[in-house]
């Protein structure tokens, strides 16, 4: 399962910047150990942090779990009113810079000026713990080192047996066995280190998006759709919309609800990713107060149902029809 923070390590340290208006609204909320004393965590830390406050101070809507409705604090801090958890990251990142750690192994260190002479130098020592992994992970998938086995996972050269004295490295146990080879930062916050091995997703219960990933399925955006009557009453305001029709084709209903959003100047004027739907109309479709942009598309397509067409059933030129081919499948003899 990925995170909305794939991006970026766990084990990645930051350190907040002076007077960082963040760092404060954690000590003052976190229960984890955030202190003013110390400035440096690691990314798992400061993320864990916040989905808690977010959790424990209710500040998101249950019908929309990935949406954060600010407090008047946490405004003040990110600049607008209401943001989707994936815009979390630039948020924290104007805030704290990350750290390098110090390469802890000669023999890594050698490697790593081996094959990307361009990036580490033998009289540096510090290094991104980010960039240490993606360093990593490229030579796995330039070398062909990935085993198809997961158990197996990197199958080792003599040259990573001689930085990792192992001769394979289960996928699980890499981030683990590259962190043993670099050194944290000092003023480093205890409770980051201590426990940050756990995953983000394991924690019980802490947070619905956490936990919560809206279904995918197949959808077939050349057919024709029913949308629900509290969607219908959204197209139907569009002046060119016959006002008797109920069944519109997927790409003509998405433009429909696309200029309803610009016509009624639902957008966010702090934040304009954010669609501010609390006292509108598509707000009650949506049930939601707030929606991302991003969101639209899929809680648009849960407001339909797919229309069947079966006068254009396909019948073959070469074989006669079975009675009742040409009815719908419900209405189909059992035998």
């Not at 970026?8 to 007077?19: D, L, P, T, V």
């Not at 864990?48 to 424990?56: D, K, P, T």
């Not at 924690?203 to 219908?232: E, G, H, Q, W």
Request: aromatic share 12%; charged share 20%; glycine share 2%.
């Amino acid at each position: 399962m990925q995170t909305l923070f794939s991006h970026i390590s766990y084990k990645q340290m930051f350190r907040f910047k002076a007077g960082s208006q963040l760092h404060d609204y954690l000590v003052k909320y976190s229960k984890i150990g955030f202190s003013r004393l110390v400035t440096d965590y690691n990314w798992w830390a400061i993320i864990m942090s916040l989905y808690m406050i977010f959790w424990s101070k209710l500040l998101y809507h249950d019908n929309n779990p990935a949406i954060i409705i600010c407090d008047s604090e946490l405004e003040q801090i990110v600049g607008c009113a209401a943001f989707h958890l994936s815009h979390l990251k630039e948020f924290v990142l104007k805030h704290a810079d990350p750290l390098s750690h110090f390469v802890n192994n000669s023999t890594m260190l050698e490697f790593l000026c081996s094959y990307f002479p361009a990036k580490y130098s033998r009289s540096e020592c510090m290094y991104l713990y980010q960039d240490v992994e993606d360093s990593f992970n490229k030579y796995f998938d330039d070398t062909g080192a990935m085993s198809n086995s997961p158990l197996l996972g990197i199958m080792c050269n003599a040259e990573l047996e001689r930085v990792f004295h192992v001769r394979s490295i289960p996928l699980f146990a890499l981030k683990s066995l590259i962190e043993q080879q670099l050194v944290p930062p000092t003023n480093v916050g205890s409770w980051s280190v201590c426990n940050s091995d756990l995953p983000l997703w394991h924690l019980p219960d802490c947070y619905p998006a956490m936990v919560t990933k809206r279904a995918v399925r197949d959808f077939d955006i050349t057919a024709k759709y029913r949308p629900t009557p509290s969607l219908l009453i959204v197209l139907h305001d569009n002046d060119e919309v016959d006002k008797t029709q109920t069944v519109f084709r997927y790409q003509s209903l998405i433009s429909l609800v696309s200029k309803y959003i610009f016509k009624h100047n639902l957008i966010d004027s702090k934040n304009i990713r954010i669609l501010n739907v609390e006292n509108d109309p598509l707000g009650s479709v949506f049930n939601v107060k707030h929606i991302a942009r991003s969101q639209i598309t899929q809680f648009v397509r849960d407001q339909l149902t797919l229309v069947r067409d079966y006068s254009l059933r396909e019948r073959s030129p070469t074989k006669r029809n079975a009675p009742g081919d040409d009815l719908p499948p419900e209405k189909h003899r059992k035998i």
